[in-house]
């Protein structure tokens, strides 16, 4: 490894030690992701308590896997969205009490690198899958703006049954949609219970999402309509607000998803998409990485699409540094 790749290397295990050292501490960061995330296999769930997130975003698509067979669709070159995400989710009480709302906004240098880097030197190397090349890469500037409104009814307890809407636009492609659900119903018995982290308990979710798309400046030919169907299930410690708001002190979740899909050939045949997601949280810190596996997902991962996410709840880790500093001798306070 070169002396820059080290230097990188480091710097990179220092930032994550730093948030894993803020994040056990305080409340846990859960944003929606910006598009095209959900069509590339992240988990599409509404947030389920307010937060305001920034972060990194990667979604790669390939129109060539590792084997050297083109993805039948109308686009021809690597596309790398490296978007610099802000994501604000609020649970309104009074007039709006059960309604939730989310604004999240996404600019992205378009390039190979960095998701070039983790798809092929981390994911492949890992899965001793060959590496996927990259074709003309876009190199533009882009950006997205996605918006939803969602609807929270009582399923055993508080904020579980989900109705909603919402719209994405920008350079990418437009996009408006539907979805309901179920998120996070418990379905075991609680496994251990502190008053002050919550339970410790297995949750399921489900998904069921129909969108109209039309084209953008990347994407140029996407599919008038989709489907979308995903299910997870989650184990964590969980702890539920005065106001219903179901908030993971740590989690773990794995989602499958089945997308009819936005990609088109030139025939105008779509391309389904097969994917898995897994996240993990503890703190303000959430990590999550999605990928297709061309409906196998136990042996094949040649491509088109890759993605992962790291986001951090700057709010809450802002007030925790400020009641350090004005509190140098006493411990990290307990957040609501």
Avoid: C
């Amino acid at each position: 490894m070169t002396t820059m790749g080290r230097w990188v290397k480091g710097r990179w295990v220092l930032v994550l030690a730093i948030l894993w050292l803020v994040g056990v501490h305080s409340s846990p960061a859960r944003s929606e992701n910006p598009a095209p995330s959900v069509h590339w296999g992240s988990m599409a769930f509404p947030d389920q308590y307010s937060t305001f997130t920034g972060g990194l975003t990667l979604n790669r698509f390939t129109p060539i896997d590792g084997l050297g067979n083109k993805y039948d669709s109308t686009i021809g070159n690597t596309l790398g969205f490296n978007l610099i995400t802000f994501s604000w989710t609020q649970h309104w009480s009074g007039n709006w009490e059960g309604w939730s709302t989310n604004l999240t906004a996404g600019f992205s240098p378009t390039a190979d690198e960095p998701s070039q880097f983790f798809q092929n030197k981390v994911v492949h190397q890992l899965r001793h899958l060959p590496p996927v090349p990259s074709v003309d890469p876009r190199k533009e500037t882009d950006a997205m703006i996605d918006g939803s409104v969602t609807r929270w009814f009582p399923l055993i307890r508080p904020k579980v049954l989900f109705l909603g809407g919402g719209f994405s636009v920008g350079t990418i492609y437009q996009q408006g949609f539907l979805r309901a659900g179920v998120r996070r119903l418990q379905i075991l018995p609680t496994l251990y219970h502190s008053d002050q982290w919550g339970d410790v308990s297995l949750r399921a979710s489900v998904l069921g999402r129909v969108s109209y798309q039309t084209n953008g400046a990347v994407l140029h030919a996407t599919r008038s309509t989709a489907g979308l169907v995903q299910p997870s299930i989650a184990f964590g410690q969980y702890r539920t607000t005065a106001t219903g708001e179901t908030i993971p002190t740590w989690e773990i979740e794995f989602a499958l998803m089945w997308d009819s899909g936005i990609f088109v050939n030139t025939t105008g045949q779509s391309q389904k998409q097969f994917a898995w997601s897994l996240a993990a949280s503890a703190g303000p810190v959430r990590f999550e990485t999605w990928n297709d596996s061309m409906g196998n997902i136990a042996e094949r991962d040649f491509g088109p699409t890759y993605g992962v996410s790291l986001t951090l709840d700057v709010l809450r880790v802002w007030n925790v540094l400020q009641y350090l500093r004005s509190n140098p001798s006493s411990g990290l306070p307990t957040t609501s």
